[in-house]
């Protein structure tokens, strides 16, 4: 009987808690949506980085790369923050995005992504800034109330 209920304690919705399926969804939260968009911006440009010309794959395209996982581990950093720590990774995710914007434009100024790949990793990239200014507003806005509310006179 024990054997057969450790046996079956592996055993999830018909699929073995060590199998491969299994381990790839072992939980379910919700992912921020800049997240998602910078996720999914990424496997677009994974696709594309591994075309790219060997003149840039090895260089521009290897920073590019790093900055984009820069990007994402900000973005999910910030995500796991109290609100008022939030600011300077959010920040710092958004330089980083001016940074991309500027190093895809070389990559397709000299011809090594053409205007299809280009114009859609930009205006994703741009979308993916709009967010990031955004979220960085509000934390700014939020700082300055709690400051202001702070500093007030009325203060109890």
């Known amino acids: 009987m024990q054997n057969s209920l450790n046996q079956h304690s592996n055993i999830s919705n018909g699929v073995h808690k060590d199998s491969p399926s299994n381990l790839i969804h072992t939980h379910t939260h919700?992912?921020?949506p800049i997240v998602e968009k910078i996720k999914n911006l990424y496997l677009i440009w994974?696709?594309?980085?591994?075309?790219l010309p060997k003149a840039h794959r090895?260089?521009?395209g290897r920073r590019i790369d790093s900055i984009f996982i820069e990007i994402i581990e900000a973005t999910v950093t910030a995500g796991f923050l109290a609100r008022e720590k939030k600011l300077p990774f959010v920040?710092?995710?958004?330089?980083?995005?001016?940074t991309l914007k500027i190093l895809?434009?070389?990559?397709w100024e000299t011809k090594?992504?053409?205007d299809k790949k280009y114009i859609t990793l930009s205006?994703?990239?741009?979308?993916?800034?709009?967010?990031?200014g955004g979220w960085s507003g509000q934390l700014l806005k939020s700082l300055e109330q709690a400051r202001d509310k702070q500093n007030s006179p009325n203060k109890k």
């Open 46 to 51: 994974f696709q594309y980085y591994q075309i």
């Open 58 to 60: 090895y260089t521009l």
């Open 30 to 32: 919700t992912t921020l």
């Open 91 to 98: 920040q710092h995710a958004l330089r980083k995005t001016d």
């Open 123 to 132: 205006k994703s990239l741009e979308e993916t800034g709009k967010m990031l």
């Open 112 to 114: 090594s992504l053409d």
């Open 104 to 107: 895809l434009q070389v990559l």
